[in-house]
């Protein structure tokens, strides 16, 4: 089957979050989101080291929308159930369809980090990628100094499958890093 003909549901619900496709309208509420959290993300995030506009956002939502009907790339959002915030960005990403791998990416509004959310969201996409995709690799990769976010994988049984030197530019684009690879299969 082609990827195109895959049908995904229209959002997850997990305890405490709806995930769902980015949706063109998205843009204002991404864009203050990356405003209020730009500090925190500077380091790992290319996006955040470039000010951007509302407009800019919105445009790169829309293009994510339009990846994700084409099942080239899944940008999903993440909201709290009980206020239908914003809360984060996740997704199935660097799709290979025919060997069914799949990386997961995420990041969270720095009002919301240090309260489990983002692994809420990525054990939700572990199961999507499983049962719905029939996944037979799932993979995050990490900034090796990005001890948060490392610890994600490693508290949801991912294998550290190695560390790649110089792998990377940093998200400033300035210098060379090292990027871990942990996978489920």
């Known amino acids: 089957m082609k990827p195109i003909l895959i049908d995904l549901p229209e959002f997850i619900e997990t305890e405490r979050l709806v995930i769902r496709p980015c949706m063109p309208g998205d843009g204002i509420?991404?864009?203050?989101s990356i405003k209020?959290?730009?500090?925190?993300?500077?380091?790992w995030m290319a996006f955040a080291n470039k000010v951007q506009t509302v407009e800019e956002v919105e445009e790169g939502v829309r293009e994510s929308y339009a990846k994700y009907i084409l099942r080239q790339d899944l940008r999903l959002h993440i909201y709290l159930k009980e206020t239908d915030e914003f809360?984060?960005?996740?997704?199935?990403?660097?799709?290979?369809?025919?060997?069914?791998?799949?990386?997961?990416g995420y990041w969270c509004d720095s009002l919301h980090t240090n309260q489990g959310y983002i692994t809420e969201s990525t054990i939700a996409l572990i199961k999507l990628a499983?049962?719905?995709?029939?996944?037979?690799?799932?993979e995050?990769?990490?900034d090796?100094?990005?001890?948060?976010?490392?610890a994600i994988p490693v508290k949801l049984g991912f294998t550290l499958d190695g560390v790649l030197k110089n792998e990377s530019l940093s998200a400033d684009g300035e210098t060379l890093r090292d990027m871990c690879i942990y996978s489920l299969t």
Do not use: C, Q
């Not at 984060?88 to 369809?97: F, K, M, P, Q, V």
């Open 130 to 138: 499983k049962d719905s995709l029939k996944a037979n690799r799932i």
């Open 36 to 43: 209020r959290s730009l500090e925190d993300l500077k380091p």
């Open 140 to 142: 995050i990769r990490v």
């Open 144 to 150: 090796t100094r990005n001890k948060k976010s490392r």
């Open 87 to 104: 809360i984060g960005s996740t997704g199935l990403h660097s799709i290979d369809w025919k060997v069914r791998v799949f990386e997961i």
């Open 29 to 32: 509420d991404v864009h203050k």
